[in-house]
């Protein structure tokens, strides 16, 4: 079964950078786009960023742009988030989703991880 | 493209009719879905194009609209469709979500 498991989040001071990462399994990974979409407490869902299966075609929210990179290594089955100049309002839980419509499109989020909490806080 | 959803919150008994309605600041034709989310869950994809539901998803869950203005809609409230329901839209980046309806027994 489709599997999408996050990690990489914690603690982090205002400034700082951090790496998220996503373990796929249970389906051709290299095949799907991929997403991150984040919650801040107590709050609602954010787009943050998708990548194109073949990592040749990527888009950021303006919230992001220039501070977060999105990448995959489809040796691995892993999706990742780069996320540097971290902000008080970038904490949240950060999950990875599976794009439904394939390799080089948007449109829903069939899958989804658990989520990791990354908390910007000094 | 911004998202609003109606109510913010709801209270319904066991076997009611519930109904969100969710709006999009532009013409957005049938690029929407719908979500659930559960307390300290991850959401769950519900409908698709407005009004396909995904496999799986009990048929008390329905969707409707197009254009502008959309409707959610569960045929009889049961105790496990506690959750907060998302639209989305992808009719263009940024995907974007509405603020969320919070329903409760």
């Known amino acids: 079964q489709v599997q999408l498991v996050e990690s990489g989040g914690g603690v982090v001071q205002p400034g700082r950078s951090l790496r998220l990462s996503c373990a796929a399994s249970g389906f051709a990974f290299s095949a799907y786009g991929m997403h991150w979409v984040r919650q801040a407490p107590g709050k609602g869902l954010e787009w943050v960023a998708v990548?194109?299966?073949?990592?040749?075609?990527?888009n950021y929210a303006d919230s992001v742009k220039g501070r977060f990179t999105i990448s995959r290594d489809n040796s691995k089955n892993t999706l990742y988030l780069q996320m540097n100049s971290l902000r008080a309002d970038d904490t949240a839980v950060y999950y990875c989703?599976?794009?439904?419509?394939?390799?080089?499109?948007?449109?829903?989020?069939?899958?989804w991880g658990q989520g990791t909490l990354v908390t910007v806080s000094s | 493209i911004q998202m609003t959803q109606s109510p913010s919150s709801l209270s319904a008994s066991v076997g009611d009719r519930v109904t969100i309605t969710c709006q999009a600041s532009q013409h957005i034709s049938n690029f929407l879905n719908w979500y659930q989310q559960k307390p300290g869950k991850a959401p769950n994809l519900l409908i698709y194009d407005a009004s396909d539901l995904e496999t799986g998803v009990p048929s008390r869950f329905s969707g409707s609209g197009s254009g502008t203005e959309f409707t959610f809609t569960i045929s009889s409230l049961q105790p496990e469709d506690i959750a907060t329901y998302y639209c989305q839209q992808y009719e263009s980046l940024p995907l974007t979500f509405g603020p969320g309806t919070k329903v409760d027994i």
């Open positions: 989703a599976r794009e439904s419509c394939g390799g080089d499109c948007y449109q829903d989020f069939d899958y």
């Open positions: 990548l194109w299966y073949d990592g040749s075609n990527e």
